[in-house]
């Protein structure tokens, strides 16, 4: 039989329970033995879920101990304190996205868990899409050639007024979705920290909200390819696929459903000689390439990896190996560190004014 992690979870809220909890009850190699939430009948749905102890706040249950892995699911605006007083603990934590709003804090939690000889586990569950996984091998075969430009598009028209739509709870729609394609951005980036451009904007149709919901984000430098980012909760008209990428031979496009990409052989397609002094008869250039086209379909018959199961089992799987037989992270802190790094770059670049909610 495996080692057992025995779990408390801080937040039983969407995450904590939709997300979280909801593997958990999938998985006997995690046994959850305690939660904490403020509000009574999260409470009571957590007891009658696990069958464990309850807190109203997280602080009591860190005290009483007794586990061996820290789920902070908390909303946004506790994760940093909440992450460094389990490590403070001795506790190892998975924390729930954003890790931090700054590098300082970043850089504070994984100095922290340095100290007390702990593991700080981002959960970036995004990376385990089955398509994400596929882009990457494709790029990695080097048909494509070099990537110029990729563009990523997580937008839709929806109407929020909840807390994740408030500067002043850590809201708005790059702390909420963004660190999903933020992280994939990083990780198709590659080494090396961005150069950062980004424009926000704020219209809440009077709901209360004064966080930005519309974001546009480019990240460049020498040597690595333009990405582009944009996170809309006012785009009434769909753009296309999630994904366009353009490159040296050719080019993908697609999202979690499926991908297409095409390319030319060099070495197969005549090259042209350059045309001197100026163009040939006043012509165009113009030729036929011996395009190969290729697509992959995810098939959702094989499992639920593209729902929120799959990707919560790609990542529990293989934190579970780091923390029991000693692994290699497949999420990288200093992947995780470039992106606080981004996102705090982009809230730098566009200060919002801020409203009090009456």
């Not at 990729?150 to 109407?159: C, D, G, H, P, T």
């Not at 919560?312 to 029991?324: E, F, H």
Request: charge should be negative; aromatic fraction near 12%; proline fraction near 6%.
């Amino acid at each position: 039989m495996d080692k057992v992690i025995k779990v408390a979870i801080a937040g039983y809220g969407r995450s904590g329970c939709d997300i979280h909890g909801a593997y958990f009850k999938t998985d006997p190699r995690f046994q959850v033995i305690a939660i904490a939430d403020a509000l009574e009948e999260r409470r009571q749905d957590a007891a009658k879920d696990f069958n464990c102890s309850v807190y109203a706040s997280f602080e009591p249950m860190l005290e009483a101990g007794g586990f061996d892995l820290l789920i902070n699911a908390t909303p946004s605006k506790f994760h940093v304190s909440c992450s460094k007083m389990g490590l403070s603990h001795g506790f190892n934590v998975i924390g729930e996205k954003p890790s931090a709003p700054t590098l300082a804090d970043f850089d504070a939690i994984t100095a922290l868990a340095d100290q007390n000889n702990c593991q700080f586990l981002p959960y970036q569950n995004s990376r385990f899409y089955p398509f994400f996984i596929k882009m990457q091998e494709i790029i990695q075969s080097g048909v494509l050639g070099k990537i110029i430009c990729i563009r990523s598009n997580w937008s839709s028209f929806a109407r929020r007024w909840d807390w994740q739509t408030r500067q002043d709870q850590l809201g708005g729609n790059l702390y909420n979705t963004g660190p999903h394609p933020v992280d994939q951005a990083i990780v198709l980036f590659g080494e090396g920290m961005p150069n950062v451009f980004c424009r926000m904007a704020a219209a809440h149709q009077g709901l209360g909200g004064d966080a930005e919901n519309f974001c546009t984000l480019t990240l460049y430098g020498p040597g690595h390819p333009n990405i582009e980012v944009q996170i809309s909760s006012l785009q009434a008209y769909p753009e296309g696929e999630m994904y366009n990428i353009q490159a040296e031979y050719g080019g993908l496009t697609g999202g979690p459903d499926g991908l297409k990409w095409k390319y030319f052989e060099p070495d197969k397609n005549p090259r042209p000689a350059f045309w001197k002094p100026w163009s040939d008869h006043r012509k165009y250039c113009s030729e036929q390439l011996n395009w190969i086209e290729k697509e992959w379909k995810f098939d959702n018959s094989e499992s639920n990896s593209s729902g929120y199961k799959g990707l919560s089992a790609g990542i529990y799987n293989n934190y579970y190996d780091v923390l029991v037989h000693h692994a290699e992270r497949i999420i990288k802190l200093d992947q995780v560190r470039r992106q606080v790094y981004t996102m705090e770059e982009a809230h730098k670049q566009n200060p919002l004014p801020k409203t009090v909610l009456k």
